[in-house]
């Protein structure tokens, strides 16, 4: 097996979603006894999230760059960004390494498109609610993105930042984003992106009545085929 490379700490909490999803697949596939060959660098959380109040992503994109050629030097095979916000600085990674960097939103309108779906809603950070990095991606693959009300994306954007980055599990919190998920559904949407890699802390698929889209466990998932099918061609 190949060895995948996360770019982690965004949150620390993602990162070991990752690290458990990555691992429980090479069980499943090899055996009880093996585990997945991972290489993670990971960022400060407070520095990255400081930039992003700030707007300065021309910083993280040099961070980002940077932590991604320090996985290419540890002999990855590929990059997962182990967050579906910090996505935004995918092409700054992407000109720094000679490896791929795995697309979390190509990854999942894959995952759309095998649903037989064409239009879903979208929960995350605000950043990849408002900014169009993300849906961009579903509009190129034919998937048509329905985007929460402003008061909806303030309060999923705060439970993101202000309980599950810490780990932290509310059953209010968790109240709130399914009244949300119900209002989506309402104006048409036929599955939710759980666009935010800690948000499956939270909901889970047999929490709503349509498919629910974990960009955690399907990034991994992308990432884990990548390697094995790359070691399988040697």
């Not at 990555?22 to 596939?29: F, K």
């Not at 707007?55 to 540890?74: F, N, Q």
């Not at 950043?127 to 693959?141: A, P, Q």
Request: net charge negative; aromatic share 6%; glycine share 6%.
């Amino acid at each position: 097996m190949k060895t995948i490379g996360l770019i982690g700490g965004m949150t620390p909490q993602s990162t070991v979603l990752y690290y458990q999803t990555l691992n429980d697949l090479a069980t499943e596939l090899f055996g009880e006894k093996h585990s997945c060959k991972v290489v993670i660098s990971s960022v400060n959380f407070g520095e990255l999230s400081e930039l992003q109040s700030k707007g300065r992503w021309d910083l993280l994109d040099e961070m980002m760059a940077e932590e991604g050629k320090r996985l290419e030097s540890a002999g990855v095979s590929c990059i997962l960004i182990t967050a579906n916000t910090m996505h935004l600085c995918i092409e700054a990674v992407k000109k720094a390494v000679n490896v791929p960097v795995i697309h979390i939103a190509e990854a999942t309108a894959a995952a759309i498109h095998q649903k037989g779906l064409t239009k879903v809603a979208l929960l995350g950070t605000k950043y990849t609610m408002e900014k169009t990095f993300y849906t961009d991606v579903l509009t190129r693959e034919h998937i048509e993105t329905i985007i929460p009300n402003q008061e909806d994306r303030d309060v999923i954007h705060d439970i993101i930042y202000g309980e599950l980055a810490k780990g932290t599990i509310n059953p209010v919190s968790k109240a709130l984003y399914l009244d949300i998920i119900d209002r989506l559904i309402s104006q048409g949407a036929e599955g939710i992106i759980l666009g935010c890699t800690e948000i499956p802390m939270l909901v889970s698929q047999t929490d709503v009545n349509v498919p629910a889209f974990d960009t955690t466990a399907i990034h991994a998932k992308a990432g884990f085929d990548f390697v094995t099918a790359s070691s399988q061609r040697k």
